[in-house]
């Protein structure tokens, strides 16, 4: 797998996994997701030193999108997010596409801590970040409403770059 920066040919598929179940159903942004507003928030950080979006390739296949958010260069960590083609899931992507951005942050970036939030039931996830040496360091009780009218927690995450082996 590689990684590389995130390009506007990119957005079409970015959108359309966005837009599907089983990547929204863990992700907090507003839907649709549309061409036209993601066209916009591409151009607008492209160039936005605070942030690094990035896709993932295998076999000359794009199979999953991530990124480092909120890049704070005085406390040196950011926020980790990835989601891969809902029709690849369960494959490993997830896996290696957050040990490279844990290399990323921690190797190429220099960061000191990265972090993550997720929902309490997006236990793939979970196993995801445990697998690279996160550990759950809180839980934002009560912090969205579920499609069954149910609040839920979300759980934060984080890695310092002395934790990090890799992901197993």
Avoid at 89 to 112: D, S, Y
């Amino acid at each position: 797998m590689i990684l590389r920066k995130l390009q506007k040919e990119d957005l079409p598929t970015r959108v359309l996994w966005m837009n599907n179940p089983k990547v929204y159903g863990s992700m907090h942004f507003e839907l649709p997701v549309t061409i036209g507003n993601t066209v916009r928030w591409f151009e607008k950080n492209q160039c936005n030193e605070y942030r690094y979006d990035a896709c993932f390739e295998a076999d000359n296949s794009v199979v999953a999108f991530g990124g480092l958010t909120s890049i704070d260069p005085v406390l040196r960590k950011a926020e980790l997010y990835v989601f891969v083609n809902p029709d690849l899931q369960g494959t490993g992507f997830g896996t290696e596409a957050t040990g490279l951005l844990l290399g990323l942050g921690f190797g190429t970036l220099g960061l000191h801590k990265i972090y993550l939030i997720t929902n309490e039931d997006n236990h793939a996830a979970i196993n995801v970040y445990r697998k690279c040496g996160f550990s759950l360091e809180g839980k934002h009780r009560d912090e969205y409403l579920a499609k069954d009218g149910v609040y839920r927690d979300r759980l934060y995450f984080g890695i310092l770059s002395e934790e990090y082996g890799g992901c197993q």
